[in-house]
């Protein structure tokens, strides 16, 4: 065989070979990957005669769930443990999405999306997209701003960064204003900023989930309406979104995107963004067409306007099963008040920080105004990193998330309590973890020493 083909070859067969450790992963993920223990990384192999392979492992904690198979709980920021009901949305048999049974089930979501973000004005729309939350930011970056034109990103995190990033991609200029890690950029800073030039948009990551810090998204609407009323406001709620209030109308907000896997309880994949009229007139004055094919709201507004109105309409398949989990979800969401799930997670967060004082150690977010409500990042004790931990954890079945500030990541993990995970008092996911938490810290502190 010739040297190049069997190096490409040797190179394929890689994924198959069991032995051989994971490859470098080029973000800071890769210290909680290589931490994980094998069970969760494991690809369990599909062997027809004994069909249970796909389903037990004695070694791990059964969650409470009724019918999804035993497995450690999902306790990251995102994706979240899920609903029974949520999950089994998902084998909806086959059907057409141009078919009036699934155009009637996505009009409904669509209206349910505009319940979610407290949304009446019918200049406004939103959008359910196939994709991830990443998605949302190629809208706004290909569709509300043009190239040359000047973006202010508010920073708190990775996700600021990223967005900037996104933002520069399609030809924006992004400024970023940031503030010291775990910290947010103050009203005053914000207004300064804007008086001294003009911005066509604002990027805001409500909570910024490398650092578990949360904006003041109604104050910063407040700032910008005043000082520079055309300014487009735009957040990432992609960590906020069915967790933290969000008044949409009330707070004259422009654009909320956000992605299916987090609060909201679906499984990954769908991008949803709400867009005002504002933020549309913007997209329909533009000088130059969409920079983006897929994500050009030219493409989609019609047919999102079609599905809303009951008619069929297509410019790319949508992800069918996915519309089905999330129109699920969000009826479960909006069949209550949407102020009792935000004080749900209120209460559930305050319980993780108290626990975690208790512990003695700190947050990143170090001002009570300034804490997410649906995760909490927590710095490890002095001489501990994330693998000293996350083992543990995972071993009792609780699975957390390492450090993703590039600067700081080991020095800290991150615990989601997002959805049924605290919605669900049949549950006990926040309190075990916590318990879980007690006995790996003074665990992995006895065996270093400290
Ligand atoms: C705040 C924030 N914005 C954007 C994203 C990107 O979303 P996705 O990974 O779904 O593309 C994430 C992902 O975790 C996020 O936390």
């Given at each position: 065989m010739p040297a190049r083909t069997s190096e490409r070859l040797s190179l394929i067969s890689r994924h198959f070979n069991e032995k051989l450790p994971l490859p470098q992963l080029n973000t800071p993920f890769s210290s909680e990957r290589n931490t994980l223990p094998p069970d969760d990384i494991d690809v369990q192999v599909y062997k027809p005669s004994s069909p249970s392979v796909l389903l037990q492992s004695s070694k791990q904690t059964p969650a409470t769930m009724s019918s999804q198979t035993p497995h450690s709980t999902l306790l990251i920021p995102g994706p979240i443990e899920f609903d029974d009901a949520v999950l089994q949305?998902?084998?909806h048999y086959a059907e057409s999405h141009v078919g009036p049974a699934f155009v009637k089930v996505f009009g409904e979501t669509l209206s349910l999306v505009r319940k979610l973000f407290q949304n009446i004005d019918p200049k406004a729309q939103p959008f359910v997209l196939s994709?991830?939350?990443t998605l949302g930011w190629d809208l706004v970056a290909s569709n509300l701003i043009e190239r040359g034109e000047d973006a202010l990103v508010i920073h708190t995190g990775y996700f600021g960064d990223s967005f900037a990033a996104c933002l520069e991609t399609y030809g924006a200029k992004a400024t970023q204003l940031k503030a010291p890690i775990g910290d947010r950029p103050s009203l005053p800073q914000i207004e300064q900023a804007l008086k001294e030039k003009p911005y066509k948009i604002v990027t805001i990551t409500h909570v910024d989930t490398s650092t578990g810090v949360l904006n003041d998204i109604k104050g910063i609407a407040?700032?910008?309406?005043?000082?520079?009323?055309?300014?487009l406001v735009v957040v990432d709620g992609v960590c906020s979104v069915g967790c933290e209030e969000i008044a949409f109308d009330a707070w004259d907000l422009?654009?909320?995107?956000t992605a299916s896997q987090k609060a909201i309880g679906c499984p990954p994949g769908?991008?949803?963004v709400m867009t005002s009229g504002r933020a549309i007139d913007r997209f329909k004055s533009r000088k130059t067409p969409p920079s983006s094919y897929y994500a050009s709201m030219a493409n989609w507004l019609p047919i999102m306007q079609n599905y809303e109105n009951q008619k069929a309409?297509?410019?790319?398949?949508p992800a069918t099963q996915l519309v089905h989990a999330l129109h699920t979800t969000l009826k479960q969401i909006t069949a209550r008040p949407l102020?009792?799930?935000?004080?749900?997670?209120?209460?559930?967060?305050?319980k993780v920080k108290a626990a975690v004082a208790e512990l003695g150690l700190s947050q990143l977010a170090s001002k009570p105004e300034n804490q997410a409500h649906g995760m909490t990042a927590i710095y490890l004790p002095e001489g501990l990193t994330p693998p000293d931990v996350l083992p543990g954890l995972a071993k009792r079945g609780v699975i957390f998330a390492g450090g993703l500030h590039k600067e700081i990541a080991s020095r800290y993990i991150r615990f989601g309590h997002m959805g049924v995970s605290v919605t669900d008092p049949a549950r006990k996911d926040i309190d075990n973890a916590i318990a879980s938490l007690k006995?790996?810290?003074?665990?992995a502190k006895k065996a270093k020493g400290l």
């Open positions: 949305s998902m084998s994709g991830s939350g407040e700032v910008v309406r005043r000082i520079s009323p055309e300014t422009d654009v909320v995107l769908l991008s949803i309409s297509y410019f790319a398949t102020s009792e799930r935000v004080a749900i997670h209120a209460h559930a967060s305050d006995e790996v810290v003074v665990e």
